[in-house]
C-alpha cells in the first residue's frame, strides 16, 4: 500500500520548503507531493513548492506575517483556495496533512475539504473552538477537546496510517480511531471552505499547507512545528464591551449620568428626515437611557410620522450635563426597538 502524507501548515512555512525530514525507523521518507507556503502578496495564481502546477485562489486571501514566511488571512466571507485536486489526498493510502493556523472562530470553518455532500466526504476544520477531523461512513466527526480558537499561531494536521487515525496539534498526537472506509475521490480539495466553495467557510490565518505521500511521524511533526515562530502576530482578540450601567434602584442616590432633575431644554439639532422638528416646538425629558453604552445619556424616539416612521438615536456628546443631542440616526424602522 502507498503511503501518502498530507501536511498543511496554517501559517506559512515559506523558508522551511527544504527542511529535512527525518526517516521514519524501516520507512522511507515521506514524500510531499503539495506544498503550498502562502507567500504571496498579491492577487494571482498559488505557488505549489512541491513541483505542482499553480493553483487558483478565490476571494480576497491576502498575505500575512506567518509563523513560516508569510500566511494568507481568509476572512470568512468565501475566501478560499482551490486546488482543483481529487486525489489529493488517497482513498486508502496512509497520509498526513499539517498546516499552521490562527483564528477565533467558533463555529465550523474547513481548513482542507473535499466535503461537497457526497458519501465518503472528508475534511479537516475547525469547530466548536476545537480542531476536528470528519470523515463521513469512516471514523465519522472526531476532535482532540483542546480550544485552538484563542487566536495564537499552531501547527494541526492529521495521519493516517493504515486504519489508524490521529490528530495533531503542534506535536501532540490525539489517536482519534480507526477505519477502512476509502476517502472520497469525487471532489476536489479546497482550503478555506467546503470543496464546493459555499459553505463552511475558515475565519483566520493560514499557512504553509503540506501534503505528503506517506505518514510523517512524531520527530517529523515535531521538527516543522519548531521550525515554525509562534509568537507571529495571530488574531488578536476583540475589544472589550464597556458594562452596562443599570438604572439606580429607588432610594439609591443618583449618579450624575443619569440625574434627570436639570430644567427642560429643547434639543439644538434638527433630524431633516422627520415631519415632526425635533428641533423647533418639542421639549424633550431625557430618560436615562445610556443606548451605545459610553456613559452618557442619550435620547430614542419612536416616530410613527410617515415618512420618517421609525425609531431614532441621538447620541449626547456632554456626558452627564443635560445633552446638547447630535443629528438624529434611524435604528430602525417601524415604531418598536
Partial sequence: MRSLLVFATIVSLGSSAGLCLAQRQGRAAPKLVAHFPFDETKPGPVADAAGGQPVVRQGQAVGKAGP???AYQFAGRGDRVSTGNKTLIPADDDFTI???IATRQTDQGHLLSNNGGQPNRANLMVSGGQLRWFHQGGVGEVS??????????????????GP??????DDRAYPIGKSNTPISQAQPWSIGSNALGNGHVFAGLIDDVRVYQGALGAKEIAELAAAGKRDAPGIPAPPKQAPVKPPPRPGEPIPPAFDSRAPLEPLSYNNPGLEVDLGVGLWAFPLPMDFDHDGDLDLVVSCPDKPSNGTYFFENPGGGKLPVFRPGVRISRGTHF
Avoid at 482532540?144 to 496510517?161: C, E, P, S
Fill in 144 to 161: 482532540t477537546n483542546f480550544n485552538v480558537a484563542d487566536g495564537r499561531w499552531r501547527q494541526v494536521g492529521v495521519t493516517r496510517i
Fill in 98 to 100: 499539517l498546516m499552521w
Fill in 164 to 169: 489508524e487515525y490521529t490528530l495533531w496539534i
Fill in 68 to 70: 513560516v514566511g508569510r
